[in-house]
């Protein structure tokens, strides 16, 4: 899976945001420190945890892999994030329309943007809490 350089900037913005995550299997991350310190079969410094003791024997502990690396949402559980915040799919879909997304290959960044939106409290934010990822 490739992340484009938007979306990683915006996921690095998610999480100064204070987007919640534990690291876990299934999750696609950048690693911003260079603490993983091998190739990465994806690109350049974006790691899927597959074996996350493997991950945890780079950084010790699960709090250093949550400060060093950043957490890359797919588009499934960007959709849940925004679905447990209480954003209505009918929403998602009419920006998702709105930005043309779909033609122009951009829905997990329009998803990021969206996510962005509610930490932030912008429109309609509410006191959003995505914690326990």
């Known amino acids: 899976m490739k992340f484009t350089p938007a979306e990683i900037e915006l996921a690095r913005r998610l ?4 987007l919640a995550w534990t690291p876990s299997v299934g999750h696609f991350v950048w690693d911003e420190t260079g603490l993983i310190n091998c190739t990465s079969p994806f690109h350049d410094y974006v790691y899927f945890i597959l074996d996350l003791k493997h991950f945890l024997r780079r950084a010790g502990t699960i709090e250093r892999l949550q400060q060093d690396l950043c957490w890359l949402p797919t588009w499934e559980q960007a959709r ?50 995505l914690a326990g990822r």
């Open 15 to 18: 999480k100064q945001l204070g």
């Open 80 to 129: 849940e994030l925004l679905r447990e915040s209480g954003l209505p799919d009918v929403e998602v879909s009419q920006r998702l329309d709105a930005r043309q997304a779909l033609e122009n290959a951009t829905e997990r960044l329009c998803l990021y943007e969206l996510l962005a939106e509610r930490l932030a409290g912008n429109p309609n934010g509410s006191d959003l809490a």
